[in-house]
Structure formats: C-alpha cells, structure tokens
T-cell receptor, first 115, second 112 residues
Framework: DTAVSQTPKYLVTQMGNDKSIKCEQNLGHDTMYWYKQDSKKFLKIMFSYNNKELIINETVPNRFSPKSPDKAHLNLHINSLELGDSAVYFC??????????????FGPGTRLTVT | RKEVEQDPGPFNVPEGATVAFNCTYSNSASQSFFWYRQDCRKEPKLLMSVYSSGNEDGRFTAQLNRASQYISLLIRDSKLSDSATYLCVVNIGAYNTDKLIFGTGTRLQVFP
C-alpha cells in the first residue's frame, strides 16, 4: 500500500542516453513534485504540478521534461543525460492547500548514476 | 547566502542527552516552517510543523522566531533511533502552491 511509488529505484546509464522515471501516488492528492538531491545531500525542488498543470519550473535545463497524464502520475523524462545529472530524484505529493496539513509525502527515490 | 542555513554537524550525543538544532532562513515572506527527518538512503518524512507559539510532540519541541528568522528543534532524552539527518524546511509558496526550500540538514548520531 505504498502511498508514493517511483520506478525504477536504481538507474545506471551512459552519458547521452534518454531515460524516464515514473511516479504514482494513491493518496488522492492534487499536487505532485519532483526534487533532486545531489551528492552533497542538498534537496532542491525541480517541478510541481497541480491537477496536471505545471506550477513550478525551477530553472531546470530543458533536457528535463515532466509529464502528468493524470493527477495521480507525474513522470520525469531526461534527454541527453550528463554526468552532473547523477543524483537521487524524489517524487512527492501534497494535499490541497486549503487543508490544514502542508505535509509533502515523498516517494522512496530513484538513484540515477550517469557514467 | 543560502535560503535556509543549518549547521551540518554531525552531532554525536549519548543516549539520553538533550540536543538542539538551529536554522536560519532568509526570505521574510516565508509562510510555514517544518522539520523533516531523513534516514540514510531513505526519503524525507515530516517530523513536525513549527509554529510561532512553539509546539511540542513528545520528546521533540520546535520553536519559530519570525523576527530573527530563526527556527529551532530540541530533542530530549535522545534514543538510538533518533540518529538521522534533520532537515529544516521553509515554505515560500505563493497563493495556490507550496514551494518548500530545504536546508542541507543536520546529522545526528546517538551512541549507546
């Protein structure tokens, strides 16, 4: 009964390849996010979607393209992978803003290694 | 200047000790504040929200000082299971969305 799930958990690929990471939440939340946690453990927001609409795009290279087919899914496609893309990518979701809780629920992360 | 600053630690404390973490933030328009916990190679999880009046959850007490833009977390009677990285988090989101800014975390190691 995983609330926020991501696949794959580990991804090892070569520079220049294109890869996708999938995220699904079964919490009924309206908003979903992608975060990147680099080797120094710094966790930074990349994108957020609310009801399939892009809300936040944090000056991420356009090689990164999120896609939300419905409000329970937010996938991340990365073109022309670079060494610097190696990181842990976390998906998260949160309930509507009018609720009392601002908690974001994180998926288990996808550890991407670019060689 | 980083938007959210924390002492990275590590803080190495014996079981039963009291330990305090501090955090400062730069955006005075920040709306809400949190402490998240992240275990090694795991996802962050909400520990507690932080309110100006101060709030307590068992052994954990959080405090916010908006004038000084300062947030604190106090852990009393430390347990081995408290060993983790504690992330100070500030929400600078606008009207219809949350935008969480994470500090780099303070690592706590509790030893027997």
């Amino acid at each position: 009964d995983t609330a926020v799930s991501q696949t794959p958990k580990y991804l090892v690929t070569q520079m220049g390849n294109d890869k996708s990471i999938k995220c699904e939440q079964n919490l009924g939340h309206d908003t979903m996010y992608w975060y990147k946690q680099d080797s120094k453990k710094f966790l930074k927001i990349m994108f957020s979607y609310n009801n399939k609409e892009l809300i936040i795009n944090e000056t991420v290279p356009n090689r990164f393209s999120p896609k939300s087919p419905d409000k329970a899914h937010l996938n991340l496609h990365i073109n022309s992978l670079e060494l610097g893309d190696s990181a842990v990518y976390f998906c998260a979701s949160s309930p509507p803003r009018h609720t009392t809780s601002y908690e974001q629920y994180f998926g288990p992360g996808t550890r991407l290694t670019v060689t | 200047r980083k938007e959210v600053e924390q002492d990275p630690g590590p803080f190495n404390v014996p079981e039963g000790a009291t330990v305090a973490f501090n955090c400062t933030y730069s955006n005075s328009a920040s709306q809400s504040f949190f402490w998240y916990r992240q275990d090694c190679r795991k996802e962050p999880k909400l520990l507690m929200s932080v309110y100006s009046s101060g709030n307590e959850d068992g052994r954990f007490t959080a405090q916010l000082n908006r004038a000084s833009q300062y947030i604190s977390l106090l852990i009393r009677d430390s347990k081995l299971s408290d060993s983790a990285t504690y992330l100070c988090v500030v929400n600078i989101g606008a009207y219809n969305t949350d935008k969480l800014i994470f500090g780099t975390g303070t690592r706590l190691q509790v030893f027997p």
